[in-house]
């Protein structure tokens, strides 16, 4: 069906005397058969690598979901029936396999509400769900020999904030947040208000993001405190009969973490004064140390408001606190030496702090870091740990080897170091599995000293991404080889199961077979899903690498895709779509990321559902070269050159240069509008969830460092809102009108709108109801499918010269 749906499309246009009709439209049927597709199943590996869970998904929520009632809170949206997230996931099916491969035993989920992911005990015995219903969510528990889920009893779990529910060590108890039992009905707004909202700085500077969905006042405020307060619980599972205590008071619980031994719990819980300016993140809190028997053994930390944070810095006092999963109950911590100003000379910029949870928590140096802290793995042996330090400025990371103890500890050694953008010189990430415990470690080769680890990458080459495993040997500093993707392929491991690495799991795909996982053992192969294509006509679009040079010499790719039927020498429409990214150097820049060999998928609101409409695709990288604090001086002319150097070379695989249309999402839709501005090299254009004025991102937007009052000429020139009179090609205008991303407030399309309208431009505004930054509902991303292939079907193929 889909082919005959194909053929007859490619020459037909949307209706334009539809084109203002209200209500919902529908995109054209080629595009709605790939849309409605059903998604190929997530898998999860048990932690022993015994058992794999097929999980199936709904695609798209309805709009009715979308519009169900949800509160904004201090950066959460919260479903106030629930007393979830406003979005939960839903889970539609759950099929258990041996990873080794065989038949899939369907699992029966609760016939009512919306199931959410599995997760895991550490034994890989039992995996459990959070089921939300409309009165609230549940908490139910499978054992892997049977068939069916099984409900937690007497208690309705808190998920609007933090961790809900997860695994106790023993795997055969979890720690809960639930609603108190003795909560009362939520705060009623008050008839009249108490008085004015006031706010007041003392005069030092406080820099803060554009955040949405703030506390507004009082009554928000005391909603945030209701919604968000649960009781942590200890829930033991024995067969059908469950116990449970209490631990600790009830509060509002962001973290919570079992220690190692399950002896005690990491908790941080939220403290007022609550802040009308920044989110829950940056709230004052107390990080404390319970016993799993329920009392509070001792405090680790009570941070204050983060709200002198300085751009790019850090909060003061300890941070990235965690157990050291190897140690039966020690912590580990980082804090910043330079008052985390990241402007600062100071010597060291970081250090790591150790202690041993008890009746006093008192850290212990164990190494200080010159460059900002970036990370730490730990080996499951040997008191030894990666850590990972950043140096901003030069855009360079760095990986030591430390010990974990300051006993006899031997000084860190640099094992790696790269710029973070060189993704040619990416010696892999290290490979993890869970302890018993269900804390994570590198999972070494099983030699005897355990200097021996498994690294994991994309492979990054000239040609397109090649992923590799390797087994990396700290003794002698080098990489043995274990797997590296074939030619004319993408494979990739995505599990390790044994020591040696000889068992694995792997997905692989090509340009004409969908991605499927198969266990491998050396000898065996084991297809373990059988996903199909859902769209068989577009593969018979060719897809290839193209680097080409802009005229100052940097090197820079797209990913060309030609149509279905195109052949040599013809002409067609392209659609250019891209995301500036900047880099310290044009060595980095010019680095080609992707691969020709991926199967194209195409779902959501993409781009390339264009290539059902007859039009080429080019996905181009836009970098925008420099010092990081002077790399935006230029902004403009860098998108002009990106552009027009791939242009020039697409030119030669058959794209007809006068019918372009440029288009690009949020950071891309800035990009969009600066070109049409800028620009005389495209037809028309798509902006959706874009910012466009700048002044209204006073203090730093994307890697931008500088505030507004630093380099008022630089927001201004890279701000398209100021340049709105020159836009003189068509352009499209979407957002989600309850976006939630920072900056991106929906008036910043609206303003942009008005601005190009009232200059006479020609312009579409597009407000998706309930939708956010990403569009989820299946009747709004049908919508703006429908008109985007308009808008481009009126402006950009059927434009004359």
Known sequence: MFRLFLCGVFAVTIALDAFGQEGYQKPPPAVAAILDAPTPPALSVSPTGDHVLLVQSARYPAIEELAAPMVRLAGLRINPKTNGPARPPRVTGISLMPVTGGEAKPITLPEKGKCGSPFWSPDGKRFAVLNTTPSGIELWVCEVGDTKFQKVKGLLVNAAIGEPAQWMPDSRSLLVQTIPHTRGDAPSPPLAPAGPVIQESGGKAAPVRTYQDMLKDAHDAALFEHY??????????????????????????????????????????????????????????AVEVYKASGEKSATVAELPLQDKVPIEGVPTGPRSIRWVPTNPHALIWAEAQDDGDPKKKVP???????????????????????????????????????????????????????????????????????????????????????????????????DPAGDTFFLRGD?????????????????????????????????????????????????????????????????????????????????????????????????????????????????????????????????????????PHRF?????????????????????????????????????????????????KATEFGIDKTRVGVMGHSYGAFMTANLLAHSDLFKAGIARSGAYNRTLTPFGFQNERRTFWDAPEIYGKMSPFYHAHKIKEPILMIHGASDANPGTFPVQSERMYQAVRGTGGTARLVLLPHEDHGYAARESIGHVLYEQIAWFDKYVKGAKN
Request: hydrophobic share 35%; glycine share 8%; with cysteine.
């Open 600 to 648: 194209t998928a195409v779902g959501g609101y993409s781009h390339l559902f264009f290539l059902t409409q007859g039009y080429a695709v080019m996905e181009v990288s836009m970098p925008i070269v420099g010092p990081p604090e002077t790399a935006n001086n230029n902004f403009v002319e860098q998108l002009n050159d990106n552009a027009k150097a791939a242009l020039d």
């Open 348 to 446: 060291h910029r970081d250090a790591l702090f150790t202690a041993t949870a008890g009746a006093e928590i008192k850290g212990t140096e164990l190494l200080k870091i010159e460059h900002r802290f970036a990370g730490l793995d730990f080996f499951p042996s040997g008191n030894r740990m990666l850590v990972r330090d950043y140096d901003r400025d030069r855009k360079w990371v760095r990986t030591f080897l430390a010990p974990t103890t300051t006993i006899l500890a031997p000084d860190p050694k640099l094992l790696w170091e790269r710029s973070s953008q060189d993704r040619y010189g990416d010696p892999g990430a290290p490979v993890a599995r869970t302890l018993p415990s269900g804390h994570l470690v590198i999972r070494t080769a099983g």
């Open 228 to 285: 968000c307060t649960s009781q942590l619980v200890i829930v033991a599972l024995d067969g059908e009969r469950t116990a449970a205590h209490d631990l600790g008071k009830p509060g509002i619980v962001t973290n919570s973490d079992p220690s190692p031994d399950g002896q005690f719990v990491l908790v941080a819980r939220l403290a007022k004064p609550f802040s009308y300016l920044h989110p829950y993140t940056s709230f004052p809190r």
């Open 459 to 595: 492979g990054a080459t000239p040609k397109g991404d090649r992923p590799f495993l390797d087994k990396y040997n700290l003794s002698t500093g080098k990489a043995e080889r274990l797997f590296h993707c074939p030619e004319g392929a993408y494979e990739e491991v995505v599990r390790v199961l044994n020591v040696s690495g000889s068992k694995v799991l792997v997905r692989r795909e090509t340009v004409t077979e969908p991605p499927n996982v198969y266990y491998r053992d050396g000898v065996h192969e084991k297809k373990l899903t059988d996903n199909t294509d859902p769209a068989p006509e577009l593969r018979k679009a060719k897809k290839q690498l193209v680097t080409t040079k802009r005229a100052d010499g940097t090197t820079i790719s797209f990913t060309l895709h030609l149509p279905p039927g195109h052949k040599d020498g013809d002409s067609v429409p392209a659609v250019f779509y891209a995301y500036p990214v900047e880099f310290a150097s044009a060595d980095t820049a010019g680095q080609v990321s992707g691969s």
